[in-house]
């Protein structure tokens, strides 16, 4: 009862003058009935709505249909996928000043959004910059795309979560025609971890076309790819993805891939690819890959603290599942040498993970701890 009264009476004392309200309840449908029903009728300036729950009957979604309607001033908006019915779209879609649309994904659900998404009016969301979906199927996020070009054309921010179909061909289809079509694009996320093993046997990793498919956007700033295999990389690509991108300040490629699909021990990146990264995206702040089960027995030496080319920006380097190469002191030395600032390395698995668990995770985890201790003592003997 305690949890219904804060619920309710949260909404009842609601004002116009509210700005921005979110809710998590993890509560029974009639709390949240209620909460939607003590919204109606009421002229809220809201600018920002979250929604969080697990589920929600029809009579719900319809009480939440009629009271976002009325929210004519509002920015942004995150709800649960499954709240995202025909209903819903048809007053969302309208609201002239809504930016940002997430459907939350995380949520547990068989619930998609291209199903309800082929409803859209070719004058959907007029002021929509930002966009956040799940599509259980790569191809199904295309037809969308293709299907809603006008809406996609001004988005600034997009995030698919797919779970199947997220072989090279399809992802390649998808990411050319954002290319060719959402030239706007100032930031890219694709999460597209399996959550079953149906295509375990046919799965490849993504070619580097994924990335040039995306050189077209110009304006990219931030770009996550996860994938279950890790994405490979050469000097020439790496060249090439900063002339395309010359504002990229986050770049995250796979670092934790799924490591039950027995990677060979070449899989990933050579670790002279960042070298390469330091040269030609020198103001770069985060930078995430996966690099191969290699020992680099040059790195003995002292390390160079002078190099010709430095990460000048550089705050965090995530290494993800990659095993730490070599002893930890010549490896930290060997980053340092890299970088103008003092970057954090992360280790272990992002929250989308969903690989087998490797026995071995903590201990690698634990001696990239050492690899960054040394890194610390090097970049501060250099300052000294």
Request: hydrophobic share 40%; glycine share 6%.
């Amino acid at each position: 009862m305690e949890g219904r009264r804060r619920l309710y009476g949260y909404a009842s004392f609601a004002v116009p003058s509210y700005r921005a309200f979110g809710r998590y309840p993890a509560r029974t449908p009639d709390d949240i009935n209620n909460f939607f029903a003590a919204l109606e009728g009421r002229q809220l300036n809201l600018k920002s709505f979250t929604l969080r729950c697990s589920d929600a009957p029809e009579e719900v979604k319809q009480a939440f249909s009629q009271a976002v309607s009325t929210w004519t001033g509002l920015r942004y908006l995150s709800i649960p996928t499954f709240y995202f019915t025909p209903p819903v779209l048809q007053a969302v879609m309208v609201l002239p000043e809504l930016v940002t649309l997430e459907l939350n994904y995380l949520t547990k659900s068989d619930f998609e959004a291209p199903a309800v998404l082929q409803y859209l009016s070719p004058n959907a969301f007029p002021a929509l910059e930002g966009f956040a979906f799940r599509s259980n199927l790569v191809s199904d996020a295309l037809q969308i795309a293709r299907e809603s070009t006008e809406s996609f054309s001004r988005l600034k921010t997009l995030h698919v979560n797919a779970s199947d179909g997220v072989g090279n061909a399809d992802v390649l289809a998808f990411v050319r025609h954002l290319g060719l079509n959402c030239q706007q694009l100032e930031q890219v996320s694709l999460n597209l971890c399996l959550t079953t093993k149906t295509e375990a046997q046919d799965l490849t990793p993504l070619s580097v076309g994924v990335l040039e498919g995306l050189f077209p956007c110009r304006g990219l700033k931030v770009m996550a790819i996860e994938h279950p295999l890790p994405i490979t990389l050469h000097a020439a690509d790496v060249e090439r993805a900063a002339a395309a991108w010359p504002k990229m300040t986050e770049l995250f490629l796979t670092s934790d891939p799924d490591l039950s699909y027995a990677l060979t021990h070449s899989a990933g990146n050579s670790w002279l690819i960042l070298p390469a990264f330091a040269q030609h995206f020198p103001c770069i702040q985060r930078l995430g890959l996966y690099f191969a089960k290699t020992d680099l027995d040059f790195l003995s030496s002292s390390g160079d603290l002078d190099p010709t080319f430095e990460f000048r920006e550089l705050e965090v380097l995530t290494v993800g599942l990659s095993v730490a190469p070599g002893e930890p002191e010549d490896v930290g030395r060997w980053i340092a040498g890299l970088c103008r600032e003092n970057p954090e390395i992360e280790a272990g698995t992002s929250d989308w993970y969903v690989g087998s668990y490797w026995e071995e995770k903590w201990a690698n985890v634990r001696k990239w701890g050492e690899v960054e201790k040394f890194l610390k003592l090097s970049m501060s003997a250099n300052d000294g």
